[in-house]
């Protein structure tokens, strides 16, 4: 079956190393037949949520920037894949404004297959739990929805320190999967 694949880069770091581990997925992806979107945060403009609440009534975000589209995207997604560099044990704040402003329409991206990428300094899988337990909060909110994978980066600090690594073939493989 062919599917419908968004990967969600929100490393501000163009070619870094989470975000050559989203191309890999995107790669993997597109070999077995699915349609793959990989959507870099860096190049947009999304404004943080301001709790106005109108969204709770309309469906509708008040703000108008990029995430009216990446919305769409999301809502026509088979699978969602959110990838982070984790700072200070956390996502980065550009992939956390994104699971804010979900808020609109969060429950038309119920039912999706989620897949984490995340790439730490810190060599320590456990290190990253915190953020993995943040996603998996995001998706406690979305009926349906289930995790697929897990690729954990670690020991990425500087640009490129990904490459080489198992990391880089696991999320060709998970992209393969999806």
Same mark, same amino acid.
């Given at each position: 079956?062919n599917?419908?694949?968004?990967? !969600? ?6 070619g ?5 581990l989203?191309?890999r997925? *995107?790669? #993997?992806?597109?070999e ?9 945060? %860096?190049?947009l403009?999304?404004k ?16 108008k920037?990029?995430? =009216?589209?990446i919305l =769409?995207?999301? *809502?026509?997604?088979?699978?969602? *894949?959110?990838?982070t560099?984790?700072?200070?044990y ?6 956390? $404004?994104?699971i804010?402003? $979900? %808020? ?5 991206? %119920?039912g999706?297959e989620?897949?984490? !990428?995340? $790439?730490?300094?810190d060599?320590?899988? %456990?290190?990253?739990?915190? $953020? *993995? ?6 998706? /406690?909110?979305? /009926?349906?929805?289930? =995790?697929?994978g !897990? ?6 600090w500087?640009?490129? /320190?990904?490459q #080489?690594?198992?990391a ?11």
């Amino acid at each position: 079956m062919n599917k419908k694949v968004m990967v !969600i880069s929100s490393t501000p770091r163009s070619g870094g190393n989470s975000d050559v581990l989203c191309d890999r997925f *995107v790669e #993997g992806a597109r070999e077995a037949g699915n349609t793959a979107e990989k959507i870099r945060l %860096a190049d947009l403009s999304i404004k943080y949520c301001t709790g106005c609440g109108a969204c709770n009534r309309t469906h509708r975000c008040t703000q108008k920037d990029d995430m =009216e589209g990446i919305l =769409e995207t999301m *809502v026509a997604a088979d699978v969602i *894949v959110l990838a982070t560099p984790v700072y200070f044990y956390t996502m980065c704040a550009q992939l956390k $404004t994104v699971i804010d402003r $979900t %808020a609109a329409r969060y429950t038309e991206v %119920a039912g999706k297959e989620f897949y984490f !990428i995340l $790439t730490a300094a810190d060599s320590r899988k %456990a290190s990253l739990e915190r $953020t *993995v337990e943040a996603f998996r909060g995001f998706l /406690d909110c979305l /009926d349906g929805s289930c =995790e697929k994978g !897990i690729v954990y980066g670690t020991g990425a600090w500087g640009i490129g /320190d990904i490459q #080489g690594s198992r990391a880089m073939n696991q999320a060709y493989e998970m992209g393969k999967q999806a």
